[in-house]
T-cell receptor
Framework: DTAVSQTPKYLVTQMGNDKSIKCEQN?????MYWYKQDSKKFLKIMFS???????INETVPNRFSPKSPDKAHLNLHINSLELGDSAVYFC?????????????FGPGTRLLVL | KQEVTQIPAALSVPEGENLVLNCSFT??????LQWFRQDPGKGLTSLLL?????REQTSGRLNASLDKSSGRSTLYIAASQPGDSATYLC????????FGTGTSLTVIP
């Protein structure tokens, strides 16, 4: 069974479109994250949700909106896509209570904006 | 803001060699530090997590050390194998999460 899954794996779309990426974890973790990895392989955190509450929001444009319907899901919605949004987006989860904070990553969603 | 540097950026070694990857960070107020590997076109796999109160962690041929006061961590890989070829990332975790730029390792058969 896949611990952290993301859909879709690949996303090619036109500039100006709105798209969503879904993430689900079946590990029972209480915290989920979205990361962006750019073409230079820099990995930066975008959002973190703990028990459905946003606890980190780095300087991400408000075109990006995370949505957590429950603690097993953290979806990422992107409005008015721009060329610079092209990157690989990784979802991750961890259990922040009890000292086990190892992050488990999904396989990534490769977004290409044309 | 935490700055994380990994040296070297790339490393190529013959199979069987022992090697050390270095990670340095500027903010020592961390809860833990994780080492990950990333295979080309793939996600990240956690290798080791060291709590801030620990000095080292071992898993198989991997040993990671942490010197929080000096802002340094090392990942030691013993008897390297071609399957170890990947990019290795360190991630010190405090109130926020920052990843290093990674060390790209190639182990030559």
């Amino acid at each position: 069974d896949t611990a952290v899954s993301q859909t879709p794996k690949y996303l090619v779309t036109q500039m100006g479109n709105d798209k969503s990426i879904k993430c689900e974890q079946n590990l029972g973790h209480d915290t989920m994250y979205w990361y962006k990895q750019d073409s230079k392989k820099f990995l930066k955190i975008m959002f973190s949700y703990n028990n459905k509450e946003l606890i980190i929001n780095e300087t991400v444009p408000n075109r990006f909106s995370p949505k957590s319907p429950d603690k097993a899901h953290l979806n990422l919605h992107i409005n008015s896509l721009e060329l610079g949004d092209s990157a690989v987006y990784f979802c991750a989860s961890s259990q922040t209570s009890g000292g086990q904070e190892t992050q488990y990553f999904g396989p990534g969603t490769r977004l290409l904006v044309l | 803001k935490q700055e994380v540097t990994q040296i070297p950026a790339a490393l190529s070694v013959p199979e069987g060699e022992n090697l050390v990857l270095n990670c340095s960070f500027t903010d020592s107020a961390i809860y833990n530090l994780q080492w990950f590997r990333q295979d080309p076109g793939k996600g990240l796999t956690s290798l080791l997590l060291i709590q801030s109160s620990q000095r080292e962690q071992t898993s198989g041929r991997l040993n990671a050390s942490l010197d929080k006061s000096s802002g340094r961590s090392t990942l030691y890989i013993a008897a390297s194998q071609p399957g170890d070829s990947a990019t290795y990332l360190c991630a010190p975790t405090g109130n926020q999460f920052y990843f290093g730029t990674g060390t790209s390792l190639t182990v030559i058969p």
